[in-house]
């Protein structure tokens, strides 16, 4: 199994990013697909997260700004990222699991990472 994230880069504060996630190896269409993120110093946290029809579930911190979606031909989940705050650059991980418990606390599967930075 691969996870293999891109649109990570440089933003300023208030401005907007969307990462994608493709994955390969397997059929994903009935797993849970999502974020975590860990910031310079601080642990890794959920970001957000999607099961195969769609229903979406966020942390507290980007309720509202973020949004999560899938295309389950491409096995593929993006996170659009808006009105960017400082406190958001982190290395962003998509992440796979079998359900909503997995994939915001413990996943099954890690990609590599792709760091965004929020310039203010």
């Known amino acids: 199994v691969q996870l293999q994230a891109s649109g990570g880069g440089l933003v300023q504060a208030g401005g907007s990013l969307r990462l994608s996630c493709a994955a390969s190896?397997?059929?994903?269409?009935?797993?849970?697909m999502g974020w975590f993120r860990q910031a310079p110093g601080k642990a890794r946290e959920f970001v957000a997260g999607?099961?195969?029809?769609?229903?979406?579930y966020y942390a507290d911190s980007v309720k509202d700004r973020f949004t999560i979606s899938r295309d389950n031909a491409k096995n593929t989940v993006f996170l659009q990222m808006n009105s960017l705050k400082a406190e958001d650059t982190a290395v962003y991980y998509c992440?796979?699991?079998?359900?909503?418990?997995?994939?915001?606390?413990?996943?099954?599967?890690w990609g590599q990472g792709t760091l965004v930075t929020v310039s203010s």
């Open positions: 992440t796979l699991g079998p359900s909503k418990v997995a994939v915001t606390t413990r996943p099954l599967y």
């Open positions: 190896g397997r059929t994903f269409s009935f797993y849970h």
């Open positions: 999607t099961d195969w029809s769609g229903a979406t």
